[in-house]
């Protein structure tokens, strides 16, 4: 009994989740921006969704969630603190929820920062955490509503998940996050061969994720720093790279 997570490229760097569990066969989508490429991969993968899951209200992960809906006739699982900004919601969740996925069951976890209302879903079975734009391979995301103290406290959450967790986030931005944590980590080790193997994958035209957690804990620079300071000091750098 697992979960299987594929990635769906849209728009311009954007990542859709395809998610299958084995048992019941039943499949969803996590951020559905863009309908077309979407409704292609459910058909190619056997026609069948049974849930969209969103991780936060922003147009390039929601945008086509009500051609999606409309077409497979599903539920939609969202964060109840942005029901006002989200399609509608058949299942609004908050923190230590628990979302049923065929014979699998997703927690959440809110984890504000980029946006107040985003979350992130962790399915054990399969070791999947479905980041949104909280964590990206060595990277997170801009604090576009959130405080630096809110989202090293989130990023805090998902660094205690097994080190053997696959994050599957929304956006292709490894290799461009690669040249800052090279430029503010240029001895780290780790960090070079996992460039290495990320250049490697993009030259194949293949995605660079999902991660896994215990290779982004050697090597993301906003995991790597210790308290909420040095994660404001490296933040701050970034927006400015």
């Not at 459910?42 to 945008?63: C, N, S, W, Y």
């Not at 900004?85 to 923190?95: F, N, Y």
């Not at 070791?127 to 990206?136: A, E, H, K, M």
């Not at 080190?163 to 780290?188: I, K, M, Q, W």
Request: net charge negative; hydrophobic share 40%; with cysteine.
């Amino acid at each position: 009994m697992t979960v299987t997570a594929s990635p769906v490229p849209i728009l311009n760097d954007n990542y859709a989740w395809l998610l299958r569990e084995s048992v019941t066969g039943a499949t969803a989508i996590v951020d559905p921006a863009d309908a077309q490429p979407i409704i292609e991969a459910i058909e190619k993968a056997g026609g069948r969704l049974d849930m969209i899951l969103l991780t936060h209200h922003h147009a390039d992960h929601i945008a086509g969630v009500d051609e999606v809906r409309a077409r497979f006739n599903c539920p939609v699982v969202g964060a109840v603190a942005d029901m006002h900004r989200l399609p509608k919601l058949d299942q609004a969740v908050k923190e230590g929820d628990t979302v049923r996925f065929g014979d699998v069951t997703a927690e959440v976890i809110e984890t504000p920062g980029h946006t107040r209302g985003q979350i992130n879903f962790f399915f054990p079975d399969g070791g999947i955490l479905l980041s949104g734009d909280t964590l990206f391979s060595l990277g997170c995301g801009r604090l576009i509503e959130g405080t630096p103290a809110e989202m090293f406290d989130s990023l805090r959450k998902l660094k205690a998940l097994p080190a053997d967790t696959l994050v599957c986030c929304g956006h292709e931005y490894t290799e461009s996050n690669a040249r800052f944590a090279l430029a503010v980590d240029p001895d780290n080790k780790a960090l070079h061969e996992f460039v290495g193997k990320v250049e490697q994958l993009r030259a194949a035209g293949q995605p660079s994720v999902p991660s896994v957690l215990g290779d982004e804990l050697k090597v993301n620079p906003f995991l790597l720093a210790p308290d909420v300071a040095s994660f404001t000091a490296v933040r701050a750098k970034k927006d400015k790279f």
